[in-house]
Structures are given as structure tokens and as C-alpha cells.
């Protein structure tokens, strides 16, 4: 997501993260600190697979999770909460900011359970109950930013970090597994190009959807992908 180039890291997986001090790869948060972006990140907990010190290796500018609320466990519902928080503040104060939300209840294989929602969807289980409350959530932030008056001045993206890889029994039948860039940006790409389009367009797209114009190079762009 923010290289944009392809990554094998062994035996040693995520852990080999606990050592990022500094990096000499061109990234999209250097774009967006060139550009004075202010830089934050929200999840449930920084610290899994060396999140943090990634996070910290990308220069960004505030993390927030349960380590640093102090509010105990966190579900998807508190994450949003504290992402409409961020960008009202943000809003208010006029500055640039991009902020990268991390949401973890539809982890297989069945979700996580978050009973504030048990009412609301009394019918569902597993990972179809966690699948309804995230749904819920994007339909509210949505309505949210729109009733701010935030929405047309806010690039919104939503990408998942990689393809599905449990076999849940919501699952009917076998289906062709894809990822999805949804934005709510007016961005125009060509049907040949989507085709050819992998993980490692994402930090192009998330610059183009946003209308920043820069003169750095990425990995996919040898390629004249996007």
C-alpha cells in the first residue's frame, strides 16, 4: 500500500519489522510529508505485526490505538468513532492530513464478536454478524461526512489489505476471489487498464483519486499500468 512493490520477508514474516529504523524506498507518505500532510493511523492494536514500528519508519505523524486511548478493547464502531473525531479536528483546524484506519472484526475465520450490535442483527452469526456491522459503518460515516458537509472536500477510500483467506460457510459456492478499490473521488480509468490492475497500483491510485500531482516514480509505473 504504501510502496507499491511486491515483498517476500521469509521465515521471520511481520517480525522482521521489529527492526525498521529507516528506509531509502520511495513511499507514499514521503509524497504526502513532502506536501505537509499531516499522517495518522487508527487500529485496534499498533503493536501486531510490528504495525507500530513500520508506522513509525513511514515518519507518521499519530497513532492511535488501544495502547494509547487507555479505553481497553477496541472494535470496528470505537475506530470510527475516533476517525470522525480526527477529521473534525482536523477540519476545524485547516490542516492537510490523510489518515489510514485500520478496521479487524471481519477477520477470519468467523469475525469478531461485538455484542453493542446484538439487537440490530439478531439473525446473523459469525462472520456474517461482523460483515452487517461493517456495512452498518460505512453506511453512517458516509452519512456523517455528508452531513458535515465534509464529503466533497474528502477523498474516501476503502481497500482491503489482501484477498479472503478462510473458507466460511456463507461461502455458497466457489467464486472467483478479487479485491476492490471503492473512492468516492471522480477518478477515470480505462477498462484495460483494470484489468491489468494489482496491490501494486494502490499507492498510484490513492495519489490520482486524491488529485495530487507529483514526479515520483513507482515500481508499476515501468509498466505504464495506470
Do not use: W
Not at 40 to 65: G, P, Q, V, Y
Not at 122 to 139: H, T
Not at 157 to 164: A, E, R, T, V
Amino acid at each position: 500500500m504504501f510502496t507499491g512493490i511486491p515483498a517476500f520477508f521469509g521465515r521471520p514474516h511481520n517480525r522482521i519489522f521489529n527492526t525498521s529504523l529507516y528506509k531509502k524506498i520511495t513511499s507514499l507518505p514521503d509524497v504526502l510529508k513532502f506536501l505537509d500532510y499531516d499522517l495518522i493511523h487508527i487500529s485496534k492494536d499498533a503493536n501486531f505485526a510490528s504495525t507500530r514500528k513500520m508506522l513509525e519508519c513511514f515518519h507518521f505523524d499519530k497513532i492511535i490505538d488501544k495502547n494509547e486511548v487507555d479505553e481497553g478493547e477496541l472494535y470496528d464502531r470505537n475506530i470510527f468513532e475516533k476517525l470522525k473525531l480526527e477529521i473534525s479536528n482536523n477540519k476545524k483546524n485547516g490542516t492537510k492530513f490523510a489518515i489510514i484506519a485500520s478496521t479487524l472484526d471481519t477477520h477470519g475465520p468467523d469475525g469478531i464478536y461485538d455484542e453493542f450490535f446484538k439487537k440490530k442483527f439478531s439473525k446473523l452469526n459469525g462472520l456474517e454478524y461482523s460483515a452487517a456491522v461493517v456495512d452498518f459503518l460505512i453506511k453512517d460515516f458516509i452519512f456523517f461526512m455528508k452531513s458535515q458537509n465534509f464529503l466533497n472536500s474528502t477523498t474516501i477510500i476503502i481497500i482491503p489489505d489482501h484477498l479472503y483467506m478462510s473458507r466460511p460457510k456463507i461461502f455458497t459456492k466457489s467464486t472467483i476471489r478479487e479485491l476492490f478499490f471503492l473512492t468516492n473521488a471522480a477518478l477515470k480509468v480505462e477498462e484495460k487498464e483494470i484489468k491489468r490492475m494489482t496491490q501494486l497500483d494502490i499507492p498510484l491510485l490513492i495519489l490520482k483519486s486524491s488529485g495530487i500531482k507529483h514526479n515520483v516514480q513507482f515500481f508499476t509505473e515501468n509498466f505504464n499500468f495506470i
